[in-house]
């Protein structure tokens, strides 16, 4: 039923374009603020920020210190953290109900780049 609703989510399409949230309706609110930060903080930041003291040869130019930068990647985050069979973390480690609720987040509450 997990891998169903994140099929659902993912298939929301664009997280900008609002016409693709029909389908979110009646999921849950997930933003920054209850959920993406402390998501971000324990999951990506590790090699994610830029402050990060061992990137283990993540891109340079791909930091998530706040909302706005995950914004600017939240195509990539879904892709990468919220698919099937994601990539990222890569060493996993992170439980599916959160891989669920970042696609809910992603997709149906998408963060502000400001």
Known sequence: MKRWFLALLLGCGNPAD????VECDDAPVVTWD???A????????P???????DRHDAP???IFDSEADVALWAQEILERAASEDPTMPPQGGVEEDDRIR??????CYP????
């Open 18 to 21: 609002t016409d693709a949230l």
């Open 34 to 36: 209850n959920f993406g």
């Open 38 to 45: 402390g998501f971000v903080l324990e999951n990506c930041q």
């Open 47 to 53: 090699c994610h920020a830029s402050s990060a003291a």
């Open 60 to 62: 340079e130019d791909v």
């Open 102 to 107: 970042l696609a809910t987040w992603l997709t």
């Open 111 to 114: 963060p502000v780049a400001q």
